[in-house]
């Protein structure tokens, strides 16, 4: 069955440096979204991603998808305490169904 | 334009006993999913539900059950609670759930129930 990795799980950056996400799976999807999800919320859709190539961006958060590689990451640029939050990759696994990475914790320290 | 709705947000049973979440999609919406939150297990999905039919479900056993009403509205049931189903359990709705339209098939998903078993 199709499994999605998420490194690192943890990550603990200072305000406005620079950090990647990468959230890998194991065999072929044709799309990935991205969420973020608040302690004690639900999740929040970031982006979707469709084709091999893709790119998206929304403020300081750029996501990029390499199917061939099976991988996609979250790059976060100059980070601001508002970014600390829970970060899930998802796949489609089949018809009607998403397989979520293992989350990454993300917190920015001032 | 309301989100997903789910009730009750927070429920407390005891093993054994059987519990009922309701989610109300987004207005339009057809396609409801359900997935499972644990800090041991991260999200993982139950089943799906479209026009009062599920069309895929996830590896969970028997005792996990669901199903749609007409309104599109859906319902989860747990029969014979075990301490390891205390979870969150979020509902994601759709508009189609049709993978060939990727973008009417993105979820939004709802607050969640927190369901702790003791």
């Known amino acids: 069955e199709l499994k999605v990795e998420q490194n690192p799980l943890f990550l603990s950056m200072q305000e406005g440096k620079n950090y990647t996400i990468y959230c890998n799976y194991s065999?072929?999807?044709?799309?990935l979204y991205w969420y973020r999800q608040d302690p004690g919320k639900s999740l929040e859709s970031l982006f979707v991603l469709l084709s091999n190539g893709a790119v998206k961006q929304e403020g300081r958060l750029m996501a990029s998808l390499d199917t061939k590689a099976r991988l996609s990451t979250l790059h976060i640029t100059a980070a601001v305490h508002d970014l600390s939050a829970t970060y899930f990759c998802?796949?489609?696994?089949?018809?009607?169904?998403?397989?979520f990475g293992t989350g990454t914790r993300l917190k920015v320290l001032a | 334009k309301a989100g997903v709705t789910q009730t009750p947000r927070y429920l407390i049973k005891t093993r054994g006993q059987q519990v009922t979440l309701s989610c109300s999609p987004i207005s339009g919406h057809r396609s409801v999913s359900w997935y499972q939150q644990t800090p041991g297990q991260g999200l993982q999905f139950l089943f799906e539900?479209?026009?009062?039919?599920?069309?895929n479900k996830g590896n969970f056993p028997g005792r996990f059950s669901g199903r749609q009403f007409s309104n599109s509205r859906s319902e989860m049931n747990v029969s014979t609670l075990e301490l390891g189903d205390s979870a969150l359990y979020l509902c994601?709705?759709?508009?189609?759930?049709?993978?060939?339209?990727?973008?009417?098939?993105?979820?939004?998903f709802g607050p969640g129930t927190r369901l702790t078993v003791l």
């Open positions: 998802a796949v489609r696994a089949g018809t009607y169904k998403y397989i």
């Open positions: 994601a709705s759709s508009l189609t759930g049709d993978p060939s339209r990727p973008l009417r098939n993105e979820q939004f």
């Open positions: 065999t072929t999807s044709d799309r």
């Open positions: 539900y479209f026009s009062e039919t599920q069309r």
